[in-house]
């Protein structure tokens, strides 16, 4: 597993730990107050919105920078 930082690091917790705390809350019939449903949401959707944000882009491979023909 290759290392990462530690923001990268918490949107993962995020983006796979909220989903799966609400459903062990779903599975074991609990009741979260109303401010931790929505801070679990937020969660979530930070945490993905970050991991794309944050995703590597392909760099400047010589050939003109589009994907047109070059003549």
């Given at each position: 597993?290759?290392g ?68």
């Amino acid at each position: 597993m290759p290392g990462t930082t530690p923001a990268r690091r918490l949107a993962w917790i995020g983006l796979f730990g909220a989903p799966a705390l609400m459903l062990l809350a779903v599975v074991t019939r609990l009741t979260f107050p109303s401010w931790l449903s929505m801070g679990l949401v937020v969660a979530f959707v930070g945490g993905f919105v970050f991991l794309v944000a944050t995703m590597d882009r392909p760099g400047d491979d010589g050939w003109g920078g589009d994907d047109g023909a070059v003549l």
